[in-house]
């Protein structure tokens, strides 16, 4: 019996065991803890998906682009790509995420447009802003962790993405099926750099020379062109988000009813060739509209004061001869149509402030017509401003030049040939358009 009571056999695995409890518990808390953190990756990756997706979904709708889907809105977007990732929020019918969550367990899904401040972290919700943000979250009991006081554990995650407009466009095609922006013939397109876009397509009938530095071409819907033009000079991007029409507001302008037949009347000026025919106009904002007008070799027409000339049904030929402008916008009604030729000297610019509408500033043509126009310039043809043109096809080349800093051309579909002029510098800030990205930003 004392030989019994003296025996220490098993007394150090006993103490071993003893030992042990502590360190699996801490073993345990480490796995608990494990578990957190893969939840958490996986609710960052849920609410990266799910803002970029909002962004995406906000951008497109931004733009008004008819290639928007727009059965849903960003929000659905986001909530969408969520649960995609298995984030839903708890009770949701819409979405389906994990068939069952464990005992106790709910999630969170939030996305909201807005402003955010990049220094301070603060976000504040706005139908107007160009962030959106996506926070997903878990909210589950603790198990282990218990024992150090915690009863239930939150796991979050947050991400903002911003609409940014990193690049100006100087051309841009609207039509958003087919191809809306074609350059060929051997293209020499200088300016000041800015980007060239298409809502749809982009197509090269060759490979185009840009003059200068910061020119981009992009495009929604990919490139076509044979072997090696789409990879050009300058930086392209044909997967582009659509645009936004900076000048969409003219399409429904009630000035768009106006009509009028009103001869272009002649008369004498010094700037005249004595030659040929001297049509003098002058602004007709306050009533009627001007019809037919064909300049040819030796004829003059001079807009003689800046202003709104309005034209209606009215075939305008500027085949030769001279034309001249300063500060004059004019808007093209009912079924006009324009061409320019090669022979002709043209020099007109648009007014910084449109006196007869602001939403006019800017803008040196407004055609609201769909005839197919032609501006084929020989050298001596300097349009300055916006140039819209939002249903007609307009062929833009030869060569053309800029009477100043701000050439832009925005049509239904652009096709530029030969030498031309462009550039965003200068525009009046309604007339600008920029590109769309959706860029991570927290």
């Not at 007014?351 to 032609?374: C, E, H, K, Y």
Request: hydrophobic residues 35%; glycine residues 10%; charged residues 10%.
């Amino acid at each position: 019996m004392r030989n019994m009571l003296r025996c220490r056999r098993g007394s150090v695995a006993f103490a071993t065991v003893i030992a042990l409890v502590p360190l699996i518990g801490v073993v345990a808390l480490g796995a608990e803890a494990g578990s957190w953190y893969v939840t958490k990756q996986h609710a960052q990756t849920a609410a990266d998906a799910a803002a970029f997706s909002g962004g995406l979904t906000l951008a497109c709708s931004i733009s008004g682009s008819s290639n928007c889907d727009t059965a849903q809105d960003y929000v659905y977007r986001g909530k969408e790509f969520a649960a995609q990732n298995k984030f839903c929020n708890t009770g949701d019918t819409v979405f389906t995420c994990a068939s069952s969550l464990a005992a106790d367990t709910t999630q969170t899904v939030l996305i909201d447009q807005g402003a955010y401040d990049a220094v301070t972290g603060a976000w504040t919700s706005s139908t107007s802003g160009t962030f959106v943000r996506a926070s997903v979250s878990q909210h589950q009991p603790a198990y282990l962790a218990a024992v150090l006081g915690l009863s239930t554990v939150d796991i979050g995650a947050q991400a903002i993405v911003q609409i940014q407009n990193p690049k100006n466009l100087c051309g841009l095609g609207l039509n958003s099926s087919g191809t809306s922006l074609t350059i060929g013939g051997s293209s020499i397109i200088t300016g000041t750099g800015c980007a060239l876009m298409s809502d749809s397509a982009v197509k090269y009938n060759s490979t185009p020379t840009f003059v200068g530095s910061d020119w981009a071409v992009d495009a929604v819907a990919g490139c076509k062109a044979s072997s090696g033009h789409c990879t050009i000079s300058v930086p392209y991007n044909y997967n582009m988000l659509p645009v936004v029409n900076p000048l969409k507001v003219l399409d429904t302008e009630t000035f768009n009813s106006r009509t009028g037949n009103t001869p272009p009347p002649q008369g004498s000026d010094p700037r005249c060739n004595s030659k040929g025919k001297c049509y003098l106009l002058t602004p007709n904002s306050s009533a009627g509209a001007y019809k037919d007008i064909t300049v040819n070799n030796n004829d003059t027409l001079i807009f003689t004061a800046s202003g709104t000339y309005f034209f209606y049904n009215a075939s305008i030929k500027i085949n030769s001869g001279t034309v001249i402008g300063t500060g004059v916008t004019l808007v093209l009604l009912g079924t006009s149509s324009l061409s320019i030729g090669s022979g002709a000297t043209v020099n007109l610019s648009a007014p910084a402030t449109n006196t007869f509408s602001s939403d006019l500033n800017g803008v040196l043509i407004d055609d609201q017509s769909s005839a197919a126009v032609s501006i084929t310039g020989g050298g001596t043809v300097a349009l300055s401003g916006a140039m819209y043109f939002p249903k007609a096809d307009v062929t833009y080349g030869g060569t053309v030049q800029g009477a100043s800093t701000c050439a832009e051309v925005i049509a239904n579909t652009l096709t530029i040939n030969g030498n031309v002029y462009l550039s965003s510098t200068g525009c009046g800030s309604n007339t600008i358009t920029s590109t769309q990205i959706v860029a991570l930003v927290h």
